[in-house]
């Protein structure tokens, strides 16, 4: 079983930055692919930004150049910083890894004011 735990979630202005902590626990972290995932109000969850064991990074179009996803293994944690944000961005974001099973967290809410 895997425990994921997200952090740094908050209320920033339009143009501003977040950094969004994924805390893992319970199985090797290295092996797992790790997601972000966000969902806004009244719309489906959508994917975000991936990074394999490997250290392969893929991107939805709407945040590229904007957001960037890394990963500390021997601290089992996975980072998701988010630069010129804009208020489109308002959602809770959702940690997910993915090895044979899948795993999420519980969420942290992002709220960008214009």
């Known amino acids: 079983q895997v425990q994921l735990v997200e952090s740094g979630g908050g209320l920033v202005q339009a143009g501003g930055s977040l950094r969004l902590s994924c805390a893992a626990s319970?199985?090797?972290?290295?092996?797992?692919?790790m997601g972000w995932y966000r969902q806004a109000p009244g719309k489906q969850r959508e994917f975000v930004a991936q990074i394999t064991p490997g250290g392969t990074t893929n991107y939805a179009d709407s945040v590229k150049g904007r957001f960037a996803i890394s990963r500390d293994n021997a601290k089992n944690t996975g980072y998701l910083q988010m630069n010129s944000l804009k208020p489109e961005d308002t959602a809770v974001y959702y940690c997910?890894?993915?090895?044979?099973?899948?795993?999420w967290g519980q969420g942290t809410q992002v709220t960008v004011s214009s």
């Open positions: 319970g199985r090797i972290f290295s092996a797992y692919v």
């Open positions: 997910r890894m993915t090895l044979v099973d899948t795993y």
